[in-house]
């Protein structure tokens, strides 16, 4: 037994799990003065704008199988966030997080279906301690009903499940900055052409007859200067910037370890809450039994208990 090489890639992959967790305190408050296509559709309208300024070459000369990759997971990426907004207007935060945090034991089932890899040991354990853990974090109590927020949040869990894994193929293939701006611009295009066509729809039909989400996007937008600060980070910050990083560390690791990196996200989402939201955020004995789980799964997952599995990438020395 002993440690993977691969602690660089591991490191990038961390800190954009840490920088996701910064970005779930600043979201409820936006949408708390914001419908969710709204917000998305700024956040990466925004981005798009600064990757396609400051990447015009990769954007304009890239080749036609780079232009498919990033069409494909910019349009996983953004019917994921469509569906997980549309499917927060139904259910409950913590319900709503819980069924997302699925993403970790979906990936291997993607990952084997799309590419044959099968997860060694070490991943299988990981996976399965950092599942154990984020259920104890995230399931809410006496929630035991299924509603329309929660299938909708299910699909969305799906699409960034198969985004991961298609992500660690392309990641690969093509070089970092031309298949991040590829993937973020696609994305943007997508959301801004939803919310377009729910604004339509409601000057056709009228808010009134159509479903709750797309409701919801006729309200008016509340700006002050917390939401525009919050904007600019999570443009900048969490998407522009956080995306080179991703695909840089899901370059040089497997789909399945990646997701058990991503596992982190609801141990560092609770303390940056307790940070910037008080003590009333600290998470009860279960939750931080919890956070031990998922560390404990990470910590797993970085050992290895045997050769490299057919169809995984080795991961860059």
């Not at 979201?27 to 925004?46: C, E, G, H, N, Q």
């Not at 469509?82 to 499917?87: D, H, I, M, S, V």
């Not at 040089?252 to 940056?272: D, G, K, M, Q």
Request: proline share 3%; aromatic share 12%.
């Amino acid at each position: 037994m002993r440690l993977k090489s691969n602690l660089a890639a591991d490191g990038a992959l961390v800190l954009t799990t840490l920088v996701w967790g910064t970005t779930f305190f600043m979201a409820k408050d936006i949408l708390a003065r914001w419908s969710p296509l709204a917000y998305m559709t700024v956040r990466f309208a925004v981005a798009s704008v600064l990757m396609i300024a400051l990447f015009r070459r990769q954007f304009f000369r890239a080749s036609r199988g780079a232009r498919g990759a990033g069409a494909l997971l910019g349009l996983l990426m953004g019917v994921g966030f469509a569906l997980q907004a549309a499917g927060q207007v139904y259910t409950t935060a913590s319900k709503s997080a819980f069924i997302t945090g699925l993403t970790t034991p979906l990936v291997p089932f993607a990952a084997y279906a799309i590419l044959r890899a099968r997860p060694g040991v070490e991943n299988l354990v990981g996976i399965v301690l950092a599942s154990a853990g984020g259920a104890l974090i995230l399931a809410p109590r006496g929630a035991g009903s299924v509603n329309l927020g929660d299938a909708l949040t299910l699909v969305s869990t799906a699409a960034f499940a198969v985004h991961i894994t298609l992500l660690s193929v392309y990641a690969r293939r093509y070089e970092t900055s031309e298949i991040t701006v590829l993937q973020i611009t696609s994305a943007g295009a997508f959301v801004v052409a939803v919310w377009l066509f729910a604004r339509a729809c409601g000057l056709a039909f009228g808010a009134g007859a159509l479903p709750a989400f797309v409701a919801r996007e006729f309200a008016p937008l509340r700006w002050d200067e917390r939401v525009v600060w919050q904007l600019a980070y999570l443009s900048v910050v969490a998407t522009f910037a956080v995306f080179f990083l991703w695909t840089w560390g899901q370059a040089r690791t497997s789909a399945t370890h990646a997701a058990i990196i991503f596992s982190l996200e609801p141990v560092f989402a609770n303390a940056f809450a307790v940070a910037f939201r008080g003590g009333a955020e600290w998470l009860t004995a279960r939750g931080y039994a919890g956070a031990a789980l998922v560390i404990a799964g990470v910590v797993v997952s970085e050992l290895r208990w045997g050769g490299r599995r057919r169809g995984e990438p080795e991961a860059d020395d």
